[in-house]
């Protein structure tokens, strides 16, 4: 069963000495290092709080009262924040996990203060209890990182697992662990309480032992552990929070992909898995030069099958796995919910009326929310009356793909697209 993420605890590592940072951390601590106009954690807080998270557990050692002076409980952010703090003896990130035992749930998410992890959280939440159904205790995610941000240590297969070693690297890996993990509280209750290990102890072994379930992310992660990753960080939270840009919004079904046949239904449908996921052959390069223009290209998308029980939530998360394997997008927003229980439904809880599926305009705003965005320089387009009218709502151009056809016409109450073109690779000349 899935569970609403204002219920999970993330638990923060935060009590890092930064000595490779030590120009800057002579006065505070890592997480609170000045980025642009903010400390540097409250990037990464902002966006969790977005995500729904609301209960914080702070793991704080090195400058503690200043982490606890600038947080303090939470409640001015609308949060619950609780502190554990370090002794004198530095434990490691696994030692540090094992003494706050009597504050952790059954269950929690950890991540890292120094790390900024743009993620799905949803589907980690989503994938973690899934895997608790068959015996796995633990999730990571990971990236494709082919040696790119730091050593490649994990061997994923068919989006499984089946090694995670940093110590005892091999060529088969290709991925490197993300930095954010979910995690039974009683993987850590069999360690004494003063004992010094690393989490990746926990981690190695539950890989072998095949009970480390996987989350697949697409976006690279920022973490400021050195002045050179500090100053990469620095320029993209300048692009993206303190410049506004442009963006495209893309429909997926119909504009990206083909609509495919259902033969259990005998009409056309989404896909429901990967292997009926087959994207048009014009769209890598559209979205390429989209992006050379300068603007954002997000996909926004329904996604009822899951609900309705054509297909399963996960099958839909591998989806947008696969999609973004094939061409990089700035962000992609889904909708997985249906207002009525259907005879077929077999995950009631994507059963609600919600603000995200168009023609309403949520997952528009979510993407605002979480990007600086010039709305009125920006684009709608898909093939269907839902997307013109969430544009609308959003007040940024509307492109509709197709034509008009008599049904769309009659939908859209006056609501005129401004332009009406055949395919993504047109869209390209009029933006």
């Given amino acids: 069963m899935m569970r609403n993420l204002e219920d999970i605890q993330v638990v923060v590592l935060m ?3 930064g000595t490779r940072l030590k120009e800057y951390t002579k006065q505070c601590p890592k997480s609170l290092v000045q980025i642009g106009s903010r400390p540097f954690f409250d990037y990464e807080l902002d966006l969790l709080q977005q995500w729904g998270f609301r209960r914080f557990l702070f793991l704080i050692g090195y400058q503690a009262d200043m982490i606890r002076d600038h947080y303090g409980d939470g409640s001015d952010r609308g949060l619950s924040i609780q502190y554990c703090m370090d002794g004198e003896k530095l434990l490691g990130t696994g030692g540090a ?52 941000f730091d050593k490649s240590n994990v061997i994923v297969k068919d989006g499984k697992i089946v090694l995670y070693d940093k110590h005892h690297t091999v060529p088969e890996m290709d991925h490197i662990d993300y930095g954010v993990c979910m995690y039974e509280r009683s993987l850590f209750e069999d360690y004494e309480e003063d004992l010094a290990f690393d989490i990746a102890e926990i981690q190695t072994r539950l890989s072998r032992e095949g009970k480390l379930a996987a989350h697949i992310v697409s976006k690279r992660f920022y973490e400021i552990g050195s002045p050179e990753s500090m100053k990469e960080f620095e320029a993209y939270a300048r692009h993206r929070f303190e410049e506004a840009h442009p963006a495209v919004f893309l429909d997926r079904d119909g504009v990206i992909n083909e609509i495919v046949y259902n033969e259990d239904t005998e009409l056309f449908d989404s896909a429901a898995n990967v292997s009926q996921f087959r994207m048009f052959p014009y769209v890598a390069a559209a979205i390429d030069k989209i992006r050379e223009k300068g603007y954002y290209v997000f996909v926004v998308t329904n996604q009822p099958s899951a609900a309705k029980g054509k297909t399963t939530l996960c099958n839909l998360y591998d989806i947008n796995t696969f999609f973004r394997s094939m061409v990089e997008i700035d962000d992609l927003f889904m909708c997985p919910h249906y207002p009525e229980m259907l005879p077929m439904s077999r995950e009631p809880y994507l059963i609600r009326t919600c603000n995200c599926r168009k023609p309403k305009s949520g997952l528009l705003e979510k993407a605002a929310r979480k990007y600086n965005l010039d709305l009125a320089a920006s684009y709608m387009v898909g093939d269907s009356y839902t997307d013109v009218l969430a544009g609308k709502a959003m007040g940024v151009k509307t492109i509709l793909l197709g034509g008009m056809r008599c049904d769309v016409c009659n939908r859209l109450e006056g609501n005129k697209p401004d332009h009406i073109l055949k395919d993504l690779s047109e869209v390209t000349k009029v933006i």
Avoid: C, H, W
């Fill in 15 to 17: 009590g890092g000495l």
């Fill in 97 to 148: 996990v094992r003494r706050a035992l009597p504050y952790l749930d059954e269950d929690f998410l950890l991540i890292y203060g120094d790390s900024f992890m743009d993620i799905d959280y949803e589907e980690s939440v989503y994938r973690y209890f899934k895997g608790k159904e068959t015996g796995q205790q633990a999730l990571m995610t990971v990236l494709e990182n082919k040696d790119r």
